[in-house]
């Protein structure tokens, strides 16, 4: 059979199915009217003004004092912070391949590190970084005598990231090292090059594309954080914090849309490298799975110093986390270190706490199960069927992972507040708890499409076949044969979708209303105004909910033996 004989079968089935076809329609449809419509509207906004297209937008913005800074500043933050991210995580990562540790604890302690930032809200360092080192901070004025300490700014930000984002690195280098073949170091070994000289030589360029991932990752989500510079940052802004400022302050949502574009068109230029260029040099230059166990290295002179190295990043960061909850106990922050549950008890009944925890719950119990299912159904159309499209279902659900959250804010707002859609019925949806929804599934979308499709490409072609043989339609071999093969996944896409959703701010606090209380715009707002006990009242509660989730999902997929969540 030759190609063209291969693509009209291809075609032939492919209609043969109007369930197929209709869910392929729809997805497309949807992916172009929430993630691709919302961009196309902020670059119209750029260039068109009076109803006449013009560069003056553009112009304009780029002249403005504020913008240059933002724009350096973020340059500067993404690269110091992916930096140092992607070191931690190496270390982290070679530590747990490598080295064999003395200690059980030591093993959990490192564990736990590197999945406590991936799971909690991404503001809780910088609460504990002004909790512990600010002004009032229980470090510098309490313990050191320091009352002029400044941790706003750079320092702190980069600091307070860099804790937040290096465990994305150690999960992405971790996988790496573990493909190395052990044969290939052990023959320099042999030939009697030293542990260093064995890492620089053999290791180090073979992972050398995986560090460039890495790092592009993580200057990726430092540029689209808004939280985090919002909170720490001080006077060190950011392109992220600058659009919020351009919208909510200035009140120019034009220029604000050309800002969005400068920081999509670096976040998007730096995601296709990562993922078009170095994905692919990263599985070249790995030799798979390895032949037999590594011989774990246990000389003192290498394992003490990157366990002690590790110990002491990880009890800085178990510091932090426990000192959010400290700081809801004290009565006054850097005054009275008395405990006290005062600052729970106003959360929950005076800054409107349990309706901003229903609130959030509700929708991101929502958008989870939409968000986890859609993810799926990508993954299963991506890997599983061949039309023509598919390659834009897969561009489209990916692409959101480039999109910042203020981006997509700012995107909703000129789209469906104004745009094609300045009446009829898709205008109804800005404003309501509908477009918070959305929000959160197409935030969400990409890191479930992307498990998905791993899950997929593990599973025999002819497990499905079998099925279609027997007269299934697409709709059927789906949710009773593919589905259950990957429920793994599945329920670890739910749960993360559900994570990210409660968390979430940045892609919220341009479209949230007083109809809807979300957790994270109320931190957001007593950090600002320095109630860091209710502050800290409310991220404890969070992370109480979120730990929560993530156990109960735990012994869920432990009862059908699966793997656990989070695990390679």
Known sequence: ????????????????????????????????????????????????????????????????QRFKV???????????????STLIGLLFAYVDVYVRLRSRILEKLFNLVALLPVVSPPFVLSLSMICLFGRAGFITKYLLGIRNSNIYGLGGLAVVQTMTFFPVCYMMLRGLLRNIDPSLE?????????????????????????????????????AADFANPMLIGGNYDTLATTIYLQITGAYDKQGAAAMAIVLLSITIV?????????????????????????????????????????????????????????????????RNYSLSLEHFRRVLFMHGGLRA????????????????????????????????????????????MAVPGTVLGVGYIRGFSGGIFHSGI???????????????????????????????????????????????GSSRVFFTVTLPLIKDSFLSG??????????????????????WKMVTIQINSLAEKGDYGEACGFATILII?????????????????????MEE
Request: hydrophobic share 55%; aromatic share 10%.
């Open 270 to 334: 730096m995601f296709i490298i990562q993922k078009y260029y170095l994905e692919s040099k990263t599985a070249a230059t790995l030799t798979g799975k390895a032949s037999r166990a590594r011989m774990p290295i246990t000389e003192k002179r290498v394992t003490a110093p990157l366990t002690v190295l590790c110990s002491l990043i990880s009890v800085f960061v178990i510091v932090m986390y426990v000192m959010v909850l400290f700081g809801a106990l004290f009565k006054v922050w850097g």
């Open 426 to 472: 898709l205008k109804g949806i800005y404003g309501t708890s509908l477009i918070l929804i959305i929000a959160f599934v197409v935030r969400s979308l990409p890191t479930g499409t992307r498990s998905g499709i791993s899950a997929l490409r593990q599973i025999d072609k002819s497990i499905e076949e079998s099925a279609i043989d027997l007269g299934a």
């Open 494 to 515: 739910l749960v993360t979708a559900f994570v990210r959703s409660i968390t979430a701010i940045s892609a919220v606090i341009l479209l949230v209303t007083p109809r």
């Open 545 to 565: 909910i979120v730990y929560a989730v993530v156990a109960l999902m735990n012994l869920f997929i432990k009862h059908f033996g699966t793997s656990k969540y």
């Open 1 to 64: 059979m030759n190609k063209n004989q291969s693509a009209r079968l291809d075609r032939t089935k492919f209609f043969a199915d109007p369930v197929l076809v209709v869910t392929v329609f729809l997805l497309i449809a949807m992916l172009l009217l929430f993630v691709l419509y919302p961009l196309v509207i902020l670059l119209v906004d750029s260039f068109l003004e009076e109803g006449h297209l013009t560069g003056a937008i553009f112009e304009r913005v780029l002249h403005l």
């Open 70 to 84: 933002a724009f350096w500043n973020t340059l500067l933050d993404g690269m110091i912070v992916g930096v140092l």
């Open 186 to 222: 052990e023959a320099a070994r042999d030939m009697g090059a030293s542990r260093w000289k064995v890492f620089t030589s053999v290791t180090f360029p073979l992972i050398l594309p995986g560090l460039g991932n890495a790092f592009l990752v993580t200057f990726i989500e430092c």
């Open 357 to 400: 925890f229903k609130d959030s719950a509700i929708l991101s119990a929502i958008a989870s199960p939409i968000t986890a299912v859609l993810s799926m159904i990508i993954a299963y159309l991506v890997v599983k069927k061949r039309f023509k499209g598919r390659g834009l279902i897969e561009l489209l659900s990916i692409l959101a």
